[in-house]
């Protein structure tokens, strides 16, 4: 199996809303997925926080300022021979007014809606550990 490691992050705000990428209309869903994080694949020898600010200023044209790391998640995708891992960062929602985003569109949604959409096999378990927190 190929293994492919992500950096990616969950943007939030203090009324439950996440901030999610809508790929419905992006040509680059690689798993069928039509919603998921923002952040991508590592790269060389970056670090997982490197890759992270980098596919964020890519992908929103911000620089990220205030997020930490929240945990890190190995999933096997078997229909597609991959195994993903995935270092998930959290980070205080960004002014929308300030992104411009390069890659699909984003989204908010209620953290309980966020576990309707489809997303790549396994975000769903993600989506569950970052609703169960109390508090960020």
């Known amino acids: 199996m190929k293994i492919r490691k992500v950096s990616i992050i969950l943007f939030y705000d203090n009324n439950g809303n996440f901030l999610l990428q809508d790929r419905r209309e992006f040509d680059r869903r690689k798993y069928g997925e039509e919603f998921g994080?923002?952040?991508g694949k590592i790269e060389g020898d970056e670090t997982p926080?490197?890759?992270l600010?980098?596919?964020i200023r890519e992908e929103l044209n911000i620089e990220l300022k205030s997020y930490k790391f929240f945990?890190?998640?190995t999933q096997e995708i078997r229909e597609f021979d991959k195994i993903?891992?995935?270092n998930m960062f959290i980070g205080e929602m960004p002014d929308l007014r300030q992104i411009k985003c390069s890659e699909g569109k984003p989204i908010v949604v209620?953290?309980?809606d966020a576990l309707k959409l489809k997303?790549?096999?396994g975000d769903n378990i993600i989506i569950k550990d970052l609703s169960n927190l109390k508090s960020f």
């Open 37 to 39: 994080f923002f952040g």
């Open 49 to 51: 926080e490197q890759a």
């Open 53 to 55: 600010l980098r596919e």
């Open 71 to 73: 945990k890190k998640y």
């Open 84 to 86: 993903i891992e995935k």
């Open 110 to 112: 209620k953290s309980e």
């Open 119 to 121: 997303m790549i096999p």
